[in-house]
């Protein structure tokens, strides 16, 4: 049961008032009873409704973004901006603002999302990912609160609303097209083995290779971390190995185009000497030299389609979930080559 403006006036012995004071920073109160009530409130996890006061009965017309953590890291991938301009646009279409979270850790999301939720500062919430045993998901249904997430749910998927590509099935069909050019040694480099395209992703590639005979090596799936930790070092150690890859599947273009830098440096020459397909299809990607095979998948739709589907829920919250697949496709260029060449 949700912690009431009572409550805690009854735990720090001042008057439903004083506490309503208290949260608008009324000069009259002390600040010995504002420490005390605040004390009260942190330990209660009271959430003020900020809205109530002025939008009783009505809608805060404000749908929340939650970011993953390490947000600056975040937003220096051109993913995230691109997403958000597609909420943007939908939101501004039924005259919905915009509310951005995030935090260090995945607990500070955790808590700034139930206090969106407990203060009612938000109609809806769309998760811009989707991560294993994701305890906002969690908490969102049990609150029955409105929410869509961008990418498949690990659980309860049947119950969640969410927009995704269809993630197995494209990289399947890259890894298809790295083995039509005659590449067998094929490496997946993926992103944070927490997020479930990375999970989907690597699933696809499997199917790819299992349907061609070609074994699946463990020494050829590297992660996001080993690249972080190791750096350019490891990237060498790995591209020098005795049987090295001829050519990479990464999960998404802000790595491949690490990768590709690291391989200049490392006199390894992109495609003549190793083939690199990615992801997301950013502007850089056919600005690189060589420009970058990657596929396009309609990043800015993904967030349109999410408002879309969140602003359905709230106007309709007995709306059945559904999932909404964007299609997706590979963009050809210049970054991958034929294994004889």
Do not use: W
Not at 94 to 104: E, K, S
Not at 212 to 229: T, V
Not at 241 to 249: D, Q, R, Y
């Amino acid at each position: 049961m949700a912690v009431t403006i009572k409550d805690v006036a009854r735990a720090a012995g001042v008057s439903p008032s004083t506490v309503s004071r208290v949260i608008g920073d009324h000069p009259h109160i002390n600040d010995e009873t504002k420490k005390r009530v605040r004390k009260v409130m942190d330990e209660k996890g009271y959430h003020p409704n900020y809205q109530a006061r002025s939008l009783v009965g009505k809608s805060t017309e404000t749908i929340g973004i939650v970011m993953p953590n390490s947000a600056t890291q975040a937003l220096q991938n051109p993913f995230f901006p691109e997403v958000i301009r597609g909420i943007s646009m939908k939101a501004h279409e039924h005259q919905f603002g915009v509310y951005l979270t995030t935090g260090i850790t995945d607990e500070e999301i955790y808590q700034q999302v139930v206090s969106m939720v407990q203060g009612r500062r938000v109609d809806g919430i769309i998760l811009l990912y989707s991560k294993t045993d994701d305890k906002i998901m969690k908490y969102l249904l049990n609150q029955k609160f409105p929410f869509t997430v961008i990418g498949r749910p690990s659980k309860n998927a049947e119950r969640i609303t969410y927009v995704d590509n269809d993630n197995i099935y494209i990289t399947r069909q890259v890894t298809d097209y790295l083995i039509s050019l005659g590449h067998r040694r094929i490496a997946f480099i993926g992103v944070n083995t927490e997020y479930v395209f990375t999970i989907d992703r690597l699933e696809g590639f499997k199917q790819a290779l299992e349907e061609a005979n070609i074994p699946f090596e463990k020494e050829y799936i590297i992660h996001e971390q080993c690249l972080k930790s190791e750096g350019k070092e490891g990237i060498q150690s790995f591209l020098s190995s005795h049987e090295p890859p001829t050519a990479l599947v990464v999960a998404d273009d802000f790595t491949a185009i690490e990768l590709m830098s690291y391989s200049e440096e490392l006199n390894i020459l992109v495609p003549d000497d190793i083939s690199i397909v990615s992801f997301n299809d950013v502007p850089l990607a056919e600005h690189m030299k060589p420009q970058l095979t990657s596929v396009n998948i309609d990043i800015f739709q993904l967030g349109f389609e999410a408002a879309n589907c969140l602003i359905e829920l709230i106007k309709n919250p007995d709306a059945l979930p559904k999932r909404v697949t964007i299609p997706a496709k590979m963009i050809e260029r210049k970054s991958c080559s034929e294994i004889n060449k």
